[in-house]
């Protein structure tokens, strides 16, 4: 019988597609035998210890139900950085890293130090891959969930970032100071209609809803985040959201309607309208 679960027997005989198994058992073989990834082809004839075994079958049953990879294994890539993630935060989405590369282009336009607000931290993807992208930016993260902030502390010192990133908890603008002003805001906040019916498949069915949808037409989240900007952007600041495949038209307007100037849409990479930002230029 032992013969039969060596890692290329068990990979192979996996109902998982492949890729996914892969990553599952390179999961185990670092939990159990500190062995790196390349492991899976270097040494596929190991067979695995009753307990690595038992973790294997339970990792592939969750897997099978629906569990995302990402709270399966607690991490997640996220432009350059590695992140721990865990069921109270949100995946960190490839689509987000839109958002940081705005970001990042805003920073290297402007000179000395930068300051920059991100509003719904969750994991503290966008803060944390701005801090270890530009040695000159201070982030400030805000998240009205402590479950959230815990986990995006532990981000912080596994990525000895917490001399350039603070955390402050409250719904959006409320966390801050009256008077803090910001050079760049960056949000990705929930989005999702509640009556998209998305929510109730694939991995947004185990996701913290709070953090997909404000349970009402998608925009709620948005407007409060455009409709605050303007007291917390320094002059000329740029703010910039994610949103919807479908809410570009609406989030141009709130940002016109707030008073913002050079209003720009950005596309994902599946060509999907995903990111709008606006300038203070001033003036009401």
Known sequence: MGHDLTLRSLLSSSALPPGEARLLMAHVLEKYYQLPRSALLSRDDMTLSSEASVQWQELQSKRLAGEPIAYLIGKRGFHDIELYVAPGVLIPRPETELLVEIGLQEIARLHGPVKVLDLGTGSGAIALALANAAPQVLVTATDQSSEALDIAKT????????SRVQFMQGSWYEALNLDAQFD???????????????????????????????????????????????????LNGLIAVEHGFDQADAVVDLLKTAGLSDIQTYLDLAGHHRVASGRNSGGR
Request: net charge negative; charged share 15%; hydrophobic share 40%.
């Open 184 to 234: 760049i805001i960056l949000s990705n906040p929930p989005y999702i209609s509640s009556l998209d019916p998305h929510l109730s498949q694939g991995d947004l069915r185990f996701e913290p809803i709070f953090a997909l949808t404000d349970h009402a037409s998608g925009l709620t989240c948005l407007e409060a985040i455009i409709n605050g900007a303007k007291d917390h952007l320094s």
């Open 155 to 162: 981000n912080t010192q596994l990525l000895k970032l917490e």
